[in-house]
């Protein structure tokens, strides 16, 4: 449910962006929720016992195939450069992280810091940049650690959670607000209905499936323009 509802976020605010120019503020603001909810879903199902590496690798791949899409449907938008990352590189270099966490050793670490560095570097003009990265981390060793581990995790996640859209108080109270009430409302319904252990990778299929969309509505809208103006030059 968490993933369903910030799926439908995420399609309003690349609406909102891409063929609106950010027009609505209600609309960005419900845009807003989007990666947090992406984040919950992600730290609560990602395990770190069975195989993160290969979820990195599926999830870097995935970015990698849909960057192009990505690029295209946010290149007239004003918001995103040409190589800007598209998010899907955030959510492996976590599930990275947590491969290495297993044995921090010195190489380890370093590989750790060129990926968090390189991708923070390509996320930071059009999504979350390093606080998206400790966002999800904090979050997936908050939900997966001792119940006597260390109170830094939250602090940390908490912390990062205000910096995805600093300067935005208010609105980080709000966004914070839904959030609880939508993971009240998930876990009653969770509690209401059988629990289903298969996963699909349906979410990956919709992001690349609007950022398509959106893609041809653009192109759409710009061959309608030419034509237009072919005409009036015509006449």
């Not at 503020?25 to 879903?41: K, N, Q, S």
């Amino acid at each position: 449910m968490l993933k369903a509802i910030a799926c439908v976020c995420m399609l309003v605010d690349h609406i909102n962006t891409c063929l609106f120019d950010r027009a609505s503020v209600l609309a960005y603001l419900v845009g807003r929720l989007a990666f947090p909810l992406f984040g919950l879903a992600f730290a609560l199902t990602l395990n770190p016992d069975k195989a993160p590496l290969q979820t990195a690798r599926r999830l870097a791949i995935a970015g990698a195939a849909i960057q192009p899409i990505y690029a295209i449907a946010f290149a007239n938008t004003g918001f995103s450069p040409w190589w800007a990352g598209n998010i899907l590189f955030s959510f492996a270099a976590v599930a990275y992280l947590v491969e290495q966490a297993k044995n921090p050793t010195p190489v380890a670490i370093a590989r750790s810091l060129i990926v968090i560095a390189a991708v923070a570097l390509i996320q930071s003009p059009s999504s979350f940049g390093l606080a998206g990265i400790v966002w999800l981390y904090a979050l997936h060793r908050f939900f997966n650690s001792q119940p006597d581990s260390t109170a830094a995790w939250p602090v940390a996640a908490l912390v990062a959670f205000f910096m995805l859209n600093p300067g935005m108080p208010i609105a980080n109270a709000l966004i914070a607000a839904a959030i609880a009430a939508i993971i009240a409302a998930s876990q009653y319904a969770r509690s209401r209905a059988p629990r289903h252990t298969t996963r699909h990778p349906w979410s990956l299929a919709f992001y690349a499936g609007h950022l398509l969309a959106i893609v041809l509505i653009v192109a759409a809208e710009h061959l309608t323009r030419s034509a237009e103006l072919a005409q009036a030059i015509a006449a």
